[in-house]
C-alpha cells in the first residue's frame, strides 16, 4: 500500500514538474521573440526583409541563437501586404499599382533540446512614416488546390529566382500573395509541398526536357501574375499478377506511367517506371502521387495483358491502399484486348457483346461484371428488392425525392431545410458472390455552407435477401464510420457477399442550404474476370471490324488495325 501511494505520488510530482517546465520555457521562447520583433521594429521600413527574399531586408530566414545554455531556431516571414483603404492589386474596382502597403512579420521558435508540439509565434505590423512610394514592381499570386479542387491550407512555397529565395505557405483559401515582386520573365522557378502530400512544381527548358508542361513563372510590371499547383495525399498502390484461374505468375516486368505529364514535346510523364513483381506476383508502391489515368504499357511484356481489376486506366485516389490486378496469359504474336464503358459515366459496363469480325475470324465475348448504379427515387419507398430503379427501402421522411431531375435534397420546411435526413436502399442482387471495388457518387462538391461533410454512405452487404439484420458500415469496417467523396474503396470485408445494400445521410450546417445527390454507384468483380473486358489472342495482323451491344445502349460498330498488342475503349451511350 506504501509502494503504491508513493509512486502515485511520484507520478504526480514528475507530472507538475513538466508542466511548470514547459510553462518557463515557453515564457522564455516568448520573450526571445519579443526582442527580434522589438529589434525589427526599430529598422528603417525598407531593410525589413529576408535576406535574398521579397520582399528584401536584413533579417534571415532561419536564425539560431543561444540562451540559458539552450538551443533555439528563430524562422522568421515577411509579407507585404495589400490593404483595401487605397484598392487592390486585382478583385478591386481601384486597381492599386503600388500594393505593398505595410508589411507582416511573424516569427516562430522551437527549442532543439525540447522541441514544442506548437512553437510559439508571434507577428507584427511594420508600416512606412508616409504613403508607399510607386513601384514598376508586380505581383505572384500561388494558387494551391487537391484532387478535388479544394484549397490546400499550409502548403509550402519554395520560390527561387537568380539569388531571391521565398519561403512561405498558404492560407486557408489555399493562396499565398507575394506582392511587390521583381518583375521577371520565366524567372521564378516554384515548388509546392506539404508533409504526406504529393509536390507540383515548375520546371525550366533543360537537354533532357526542351518543352516543360509547367514553366517557371512570369512576373510583369504592375501586374498579377497567377498560377496554380495540385498537390494531394500520397497513396499506395499493390500490384498483383496473375493467370486467368487466379493463380498467381511470379516474376513479371511490365510499364507503369501517369497520365500527369512534366514533358509535352517529347511526352515526358511525371511517373513512368519499367517495374517487376515478386516470386509470389505481387508488388507493393508506397508515397504513389494520386492520378486518375494510371495506365500499365502492354508493349514489351512477355505475356498478353488479358484485363485488369479494376478497369484501366487506373483511378488512384488520394490517400488510398489501391489493388491492381493484372490478369495475363501466355503471349501471342497479334492480341486485342477491348474495353467496353459507359459513356456518360467511364465505368465498365457488364454483359456488353464484343463481336470480332475479319478474315475467316469471327467470334464474340461477352464482358464480365461490372457495376451497378442508382440514379432516381422519384418512385418513393417500400421497395425491399432493387426491381423498380426509381425506388427504395426507407428513409425517414426528412428527404425531397419529388425534384424534376430524379435527384435527392433535404426536405424544405417554410423558408429552411430539414437539418438532416436518410434513406436505405433496396437490395441489389449481383449475381453471385463478388469482390467489391469503388464507391462513386455524384456531385461530389456541394455548397460549402453545408458543412465539411453533407453527404455520408454506409453499406451492408450478405449472402441472404433476408439476413438477421442489415449491418451498415464504413470503409473501415466500423458502424460509426461513413464513406465520404475522398473515401472511395469499399471495405474488403464485404467481399464474396452477393447482396448489397446502402444507407444515405444527407446534413447541412446552414439550414438555409441543402445537398444535392444525383447518383450512386458501385464497382466490383467476379473471381478473376475483368470487368467491362473482352480480349481476343492468337489473331492476325490486319483490319477487323468491331462491333458492341448491351440491352439498353446504342450499338457500336467500327474499324480497327491490330498490330501486335493492341488495346481500344468503346464507349456506349443509353438508348434514348
Not at 170 to 196: E, H, Q
Request: one cysteine or more; charged letters at 15%; proline letters at 5%.
Amino acid at each position: 500500500m506504501f509502494l503504491i501511494f508513493a509512486v502515485g505520488i511520484y507520478g504526480g510530482l514528475t507530472l507538475i514538474f513538466k508542466i511548470v517546465y514547459q510553462s518557463r520555457l515557453r515564457i522564455l521562447e516568448t520573450a526571445i521573440l519579443s526582442e527580434e520583433l522589438e529589434t525589427v521594429r526599430n529598422f528603417p521600413f525598407n531593410s525589413v526583409g529576408i535576406i535574398s527574399g521579397v520582399p528584401a531586408g536584413l533579417l534571415p530566414r532561419v536564425k539560431t541563437i543561444t540562451r540559458n545554455g539552450m538551443t533555439f531556431d528563430i524562422i522568421t516571414t515577411v509579407r507585404n501586404i495589400d490593404d483595401h483603404f487605397d484598392g487592390m492589386a486585382t478583385g478591386t474596382t481601384t486597381h492599386d499599382t503600388s500594393p505593398a502597403d505595410y508589411k507582416l512579420v511573424e516569427m516562430s521558435i522551437n527549442s532543439r533540446e525540447r522541441p514544442q508540439v506548437q512553437p510559439v509565434i508571434l507577428s507584427t505590423m511594420v508600416a512606412p512614416k508616409g504613403l508607399e512610394g510607386a513601384s514598376e514592381n508586380g505581383a505572384l499570386f500561388i494558387q494551391v488546390f487537391n484532387a478535388d479542387g479544394l484549397p490546400v491550407a499550409g502548403a509550402n512555397a519554395h520560390i527561387t529566382r537568380a539569388t531571391t529565395t521565398i519561403d512561405d505557405t498558404t492560407g486557408n483559401d489555399g493562396w499565398l500573395r507575394i506582392v511587390d515582386t521583381p518583375t521577371g520573365t520565366m524567372a521564378y522557378n516554384i515548388t509546392v509541398s506539404k508533409n504526406g502530400y504529393s509536390t507540383d512544381y515548375t520546371l525550366a527548358p533543360s537537354a533532357t526536357n526542351t518543352s516543360p508542361a509547367k514553366l517557371p513563372s512570369n512576373v510583369a510590371s504592375q501586374m498579377v501574375t497567377e498560377i496554380s499547383f495540385s498537390i494531394d495525399w500520397l497513396a499506395n498502390l499493390n500490384i498483383h499478377t496473375l493467370n486467368p484461374d487466379c493463380s498467381a505468375k511470379p516474376s513479371v516486368s511490365f510499364n507503369l506511367h501517369s497520365s500527369k505529364k512534366i514533358g509535352l514535346d517529347p511526352v515526358i510523364y511525371k511517373y513512368d517506371q519499367n517495374l517487376t513483381t515478386n516470386g509470389s506476383g505481387n508488388l507493393s508502391l508506397t508515397n504513389m502521387e494520386w492520378d486518375r489515368q494510371y495506365a500499365v504499357s502492354a508493349s514489351g511484356m512477355a505475356y498478353d495483358l488479358a484485363g485488369s481489376i479494376p478497369f484501366l486506366p487506373l483511378n488512384l485516389a488520394p490517400d488510398s491502399n489501391q489493388e491492381l490486378t493484372l490478369i495475363l496469359r501466355p503471349k501471342t504474336t497479334h492480341s486485342l484486348l477491348v474495353g467496353v464503358a459507359d459513356a456518360g459515366t467511364g465505368l465498365p459496363l457488364s454483359a456488353a457483346t464484343v463481336r470480332l469480325i475479319g478474315t475467316g475470324y469471327d467470334e464474340n465475348v461477352v464482358t464480365g461484371v461490372g457495376y451497378m448504379r442508382q440514379t432516381d427515387w422519384s418512385g418513393g419507398s417500400g421497395q425491399s428488392d432493387f426491381i423498380f430503379t426509381d425506388r427504395y427501402f426507407s428513409d425517414d421522411g426528412n428527404l425531397d425525392i419529388n425534384s424534376p431531375v430524379g435527384d435527392l435534397k433535404l426536405k424544405k420546411v417554410g423558408q429552411n431545410y430539414v437539418a438532416g435526413g436518410y434513406l436505405e436502399s433496396s437490395t441489389f442482387d449481383l449475381g453471385s458472390a463478388v469482390d467489391f471495388h469503388n464507391i462513386i457518387w455524384t456531385p461530389t462538391i456541394q455548397p460549402s455552407e453545408t458543412g465539411d461533410s453533407p453527404i455520408l454512405v454506409q453499406l451492408a452487404a450478405s449472402n441472404t435477401t433476408s439476413p438477421a439484420s442489415w449491418d451498415f458500415v464504413g470503409p473501415n469496417g466500423a458502424a460509426d464510420a461513413y464513406y465520404t467523396v475522398t473515401s472511395t474503396l469499399i471495405y474488403n470485408g464485404h467481399d464474396g457477399q452477393r447482396y448489397l445494400r446502402y444507407r444515405l445521410y444527407l446534413s447541412t450546417a446552414d439550414t438555409r442550404y441543402t445537398p444535392q445527390f444525383s447518383e450512386i454507384a458501385f464497382t466490383y468483380t467476379n473471381g478473376c474476370i475483368p470487368p467491362g473486358q473482352a480480349f481476343f489472342n492468337s489473331l492476325s495482323a490486319g483490319t477487323y471490324t468491331l462491333e458492341v451491344s448491351r440491352s439498353g445502349y446504342t450499338p457500336s460498330s467500327d474499324t480497327l488495325d491490330v498490330a501486335g498488342a493492341t488495346e481500344t475503349t468503346v464507349n456506349l451511350s443509353t438508348t434514348p
